[in-house]
């Protein structure tokens, strides 16, 4: 009979959720330093070089099974839904921060903050300045780790229904930061018609690659931070209030 996996997440354990997202961390880089190899031999940079069919669904199901794993590695530490998504958001913020950490030291890149990286390609390509999913790695951190002491100290963390929902609308728009510019290549060239067949569509994919990114939409970006941070003050608020 299976053991039920404690409600608190302990110190000990917190230490061993990092180390997990640290070698999240550099697994992700390693095989980040075999693609630019072998696409992108003399440095990475905007445009892309055309990238099979193949591959990219293969780093979608890569990218996909990452999230699997940080979702079930969530379930393993906890049996409280909002602890699961608080060690969920803390693994994936230390996977994140330590992918471009082992970056560094591998390939001594990027060579700045401000520095264009494809970011992920579920559903469509995600491209911005590296340091944007830097201070969201640092921001789920730091509500991971909120939420785990509230519910230390009260036993429970109250996240209402507005909070939700601030959260999810900043996140919506820090995603639609991210995915900008593909979005303007699928209303520009008609692919909306398509949206379900994308990332089979070879013609999309070639416009995708030889684009090259200009302006990150910072303003969207801030506001969805500032919508967060403030759901997650709400919170710790409702929470103390009790």
């Known amino acids: 009979m299976d053991t039920p996996a404690p409600s608190a997440v302990t110190n000990a354990q917190l230490i061993r959720l ?7 961390g550099l697994l992700e880089a390693i095989v980040v330093v075999y693609l630019r190899e072998l696409y992108f031999p003399e440095g990475f940079r905007f445009p892309l070089r055309f990238i099979s069919e193949q591959m990219i669904r293969t780093e979608m199901l890569r990218e996909l099974c990452t999230l699997v794993m940080l979702v079930m590695i969530a379930c393993t530490a906890t049996g409280k839904f909002i602890l699961r998504f608080a060690v969920f958001l803390f693994v994936f913020g230390i996977w994140d921060i330590f992918y471009y950490v082992f970056l560094e030291i591998l390939l001594d890149w990027p060579p700045s903050l401000f520095t264009w990286d494809v970011l992920f390609l579920i559903p469509v390509t995600w491209v911005g300045p590296v340091l944007a999913p830097v201070i969201c790695s640092f921001t789920m951190i730091g509500i991971g780790i909120l939420f785990i002491l509230l519910d230390r100290r009260y036993g429970a963390v109250r996240v209402h ?3 939700w929902l601030l959260m999810t609308a900043g996140a919506t728009l820090i995603f ?17 018609r398509d949206l379900a067949g994308l990332a089979n569509n070879s013609a999309f994919q070639t416009v995708v690659a030889s684009s090259v990114p200009e302006y990150y939409h910072w303003e969207l970006f801030a506001i969805g931070e500032a919508l967060i941070l403030f759901a997650a003050l709400t919170a710790h608020r409702k929470t103390a209030r009790y």
């Open 161 to 163: 229904r507005s909070a």
């Open 18 to 24: 990092g180390i997990f997202g640290i070698a999240m």
């Open 176 to 192: 639609l930061s991210f995915i900008w510019t593909s979005a303007g290549i699928i209303v520009d060239g008609g692919f909306y």
